[in-house]
């Protein structure tokens, strides 16, 4: 069972809070990921990160933010949040050492619900 | 970029019955095909995948065949049972440091007694 935890599992506020999502990961994996996913299921990555320092911005384009100061750590951030930013948020992370072939595993997500 | 297309979105079958979904990609790089499993209130969770040297794999009920010509993957799951249901989505990758996944958009199997 993989170790990526996601919190808050479910968080309701109201527009224009500042927010941050927690995403850790005990398995040492060098690789992380963000991602949103609509009620249409889809899953969007809207960024990634290959190591400590390194954060790039995905395929969806968001208002939000990261960073990664530690390994183990990849939170994300919404300065201003709008009812438009009400999704499920998904972590992830992968690393060469588990296969070549970019396994990830997925943390359970958190809920948002912008008011 | 890549673009995976993934078939049927919703897909409802009896117990016992086989469940099949399909996906297509556009990158002929892309080396590599995993399958995750999405149940409710949970991230996904990889099931099975296929590397572009092999054109079928099997795990028990589960088995993905892939058509690197005609650029498309299968999931096969037989003698589907109540706790087969869940969102599955299939992926494509260029193996790599720089490999990200691309997902398709989602298959919602529903299996029924």
Redesign the interface.
């Known amino acids: 069972e993989a170790d990526i935890y996601q919190t808050p599992r479910y968080l309701v506020i109201g527009t224009g809070k500042k927010i941050t999502l927690e995403c850790s990961q005990t398995m040492g994996h060098d690789k992380m990921y963000w991602y949103q996913q609509d009620p249409g299921m889809e899953l969007h990555l809207i960024h990634y990160s290959y190591g400590v320092n390194s954060t790039e911005k995905g395929d969806l384009s968001s208002e939000s933010t990261v960073s990664r100061i530690r390994t183990e750590h990849f939170p994300l951030t919404l300065e201003s949040a709008r009812p438009s930013h009400t999704s499920q948020y998904l972590c992830a992370s992968s690393s060469p050492l588990a296969g070549l072939y970019n396994e990830q595993f997925f943390g359970p997500g958190t809920r948002l619900t912008v008011l | 970029?890549e673009n995976v297309e993934q078939h049927p979105s919703t897909l409802s079958v009896q117990e016992g019955d086989s469940a099949v979904i399909k996906c297509t990609y556009s990158d002929s790089a892309s080396n590599?095909f995993?399958w995750?499993k999405?149940e409710l209130?949970?991230?996904?969770?990889?099931i099975i995948?296929i590397?572009s040297n092999v054109g079928e794999k099997k795990d028990q009920r589960i088995a993905v065949t892939l058509n690197k010509t005609a650029k498309h993957f299968s999931l096969h799951i037989t003698e589907t049972q109540p706790e087969d249901s869940a969102?599955y989505?299939c992926a494509a990758?260029i193996?790599g440091?720089?490999?990200?996944?691309?997902?398709g958009?989602?298959t919602?199997l529903q299996v029924t007694l």
């Open positions: 970029g590599y995993p995750y999405q209130g949970k991230g996904p969770q990889l995948d590397r969102v989505f990758s193996t440091t720089a490999s990200k996944l691309t997902f958009t989602g919602r």
